[in-house]
């Protein structure tokens, strides 16, 4: 895994014998990577808000900063998948005043052919603990480019998005 941005924090589980990442996934509570993502002027509506249509991009701005964390081995993963299905709950106001966002990432679940991103989304005053502003899920299908069908994850990228599961 490369170094993130000083903006991003790869969250990682030590194993107590050597003070590594394991592979064996999340906790309940854990994120596989926290994005802090800018609120722009732009990004705002007429009711002083973050737009919803905003909001999908800031997500999108947080999955690409994880995603191209993870390294070159993981590029073919990274650049043949496409949203599917976008879920967005909202649990409190956004606002401008909230810059960054603190963006917290997990993989829900994967299938032969498609994975599925979990977000938690705070304010940047707001602690890990507090109540997400909003939730989110961004199903991803994997394609392949040449051939403009779907492809099966290969075994590797399975066990990269294990460790990436809660």
């Known amino acids: 895994m490369t170094?993130?941005?000083?903006?991003?924090?790869?969250?990682?589980?030590?194993d107590n014998s050597t003070g590594t990442a394991v592979g064996s996934g999340l906790g309940a509570d854990e994120f596989a990577f926290t994005a802090r993502v800018p609120?722009?002027?732009?990004?705002?509506?007429?009711?002083?808000?973050?737009?919803h249509a905003r909001m999908i991009t800031l997500m999108e701005e947080a999955?690409?900063?994880w995603l191209l964390s993870a390294g070159d081995e993981y590029a073919p993963l990274i650049t043949s998948a496409m949203i599917v299905h976008v879920e967005i709950r909202?649990?409190?106001?956004?606002?401008?005043?909230?810059?960054?966002?603190?963006?917290?990432?997990?993989?829900?679940?994967f299938r032969s052919v498609?994975?599925?991103?979990?977000?938690?989304?705070?304010?940047?005053?707001?602690?890990?603990?507090?109540?997400?502003?909003?939730?989110?899920?961004?199903q991803m299908a994997v394609?392949?480019?040449?051939?403009?069908?779907?492809?099966?994850?290969?075994?590797?990228?399975?066990?990269?998005?294990?460790?990436?599961?809660?």
């Open 90 to 109: 909202y649990q409190a106001q956004l606002r401008h005043d909230d810059s960054p966002l603190q963006i917290g990432m997990w993989i829900k679940r």
């Open 3 to 14: 170094t993130p941005t000083p903006d991003a924090t790869p969250s990682q589980r030590p």
């Open 114 to 138: 498609d994975f599925t991103i979990g977000y938690e989304i705070r304010g940047s005053a707001a602690t890990p603990a507090s109540k997400p502003a909003c939730i989110a899920s961004t």
């Open 63 to 65: 999955r690409i900063q």
């Open 39 to 51: 609120v722009r002027w732009s990004d705002m509506d007429a009711f002083g808000h973050i737009n």
């Open 143 to 166: 394609v392949d480019v040449e051939a403009h069908t779907l492809r099966r994850l290969s075994p590797m990228e399975k066990d990269h998005l294990r460790t990436w599961s809660r």
